[in-house]
């Protein structure tokens, strides 16, 4: 469990699942701010600086004003009650927090 603790019981996502990953980024963020790139990358864009993607083999970049993530993610987890998502890479060296912005 991710430090905070997930409210909702959390969902843990494969990320190389489209279509588990699409749903719940649509849920987090609203379908009109998903999108599907040409290479099957999924974008779920909240501002020019603030987004994420995940690309078709599982690798998750991540932004917000003052910080970026890029990483390969072992498992993508939705808290949807707290509005974050989190992202464990493989080696379980890093691991990331994405905070939905006010809507």
Do not use: K, N
């Not at 390969?72 to 927090?97: C, K, N, Q």
Request: glycine share 10%; no cysteine; aromatic share 8%.
């Amino acid at each position: 469990m991710v430090p905070g603790g997930i409210t909702d019981g959390g969902t843990t996502v494969d990320p190389t699942d489209r279509e588990a990953l699409r749903r719940h980024l649509e849920q987090f963020a609203g379908e009109d701010r998903v999108t599907e790139s040409p290479d099957g990358t999924l974008v779920t864009e909240f501002s020019q600086s603030t987004y994420v993607s995940v690309d078709p083999e599982g690798h998750v970049e991540g932004g917000m004003p003052l910080h970026l993530f890029e990483g390969p993610a072992e498992t993508i987890e939705f808290d949807h009650d707290s509005g974050e998502i989190y992202v464990s890479t493989d080696d379980e060296a890093a691991s990331y927090t994405f905070r939905r912005p006010s809507r």
